[in-house]
């Protein structure tokens, strides 16, 4: 399968613990996404890099989020000392940089977070 | 700041009819609009995408969907629905060629 890939897929952890996640992207696609998706809503954007630079980032992204991309393939999202209110399904995404025009995102199956 | 709003929560619609599921954006500039789907336990799926051209737009598993600049609309259409077309369907747009801004999903229910 060479979609995008996400690990793990179900991640339940204590409150206060740091979790990270993993995803790694279609190979040669060069836009690297991460959003968030609760219950009954649609996904809303965390952050994303172009290769490793990490280009923009949301106002959701609180400081306990770190988000990295060492070599331009393979991101991890780390999320420190977990409250209830991270709980959700983290999604990543990839695209090829498109030139002049805007490429479709490819979307990996998500690692659902649960925080008691 | 963008937005995108899918005022049906749930559409039901008997197989074999015509189905729409309905869109309305807010972005300043020109917007680049998606539609994905979501099955349960599988992540997002790109249908079909407007950048720019003809406002009809056709996309995977026979959906299609018509861009409409005065109404600011992107509703998503599909002639003739089937049984596993039963999914939750979302709304995105960019103005900027970056991140999308999603809608909050409608879940279309089609009866056999």
Known sequence: ?116 | AQSVAQPEDQVNVAEGNPLTVKCTYSVSGNPYLFWYVQYPNRGLQFLLKYITGDNLVKGSYGFEAEFNKSQTSFHLKKPSALVSDSALYFCAVTPLRRALTFGSGTRLQVQP
């Open chain 1, 1 to 116: 399968d060479t979609g995008v890939s996400q690990n793990p897929r179900h991640k339940i952890t204590k409150r206060g613990q740091n979790v990270t996640f993993r995803c790694d992207p279609i190979s040669e696609h060069n836009r690297l996404y991460w959003y968030r998706q609760t219950l009954g809503q649609g996904p809303e954007f965390l952050t994303y890099f172009q290769n490793e630079a990490q280009l923009e980032k949301s106002r959701l992204l609180s400081d306990r989020f770190s988000a990295e991309r060492p070599k331009g393939s393979f991101s991890t999202l780390e999320i420190q000392r977990t409250e209830q209110g991270d709980s959700a399904m983290y999604l990543c995404a990839s695209s090829p940089l498109s030139q002049g025009g805007f490429s479709e995102q490819y979307f990996g199956p998500g690692t659902r977070l649960t925080v008691t």
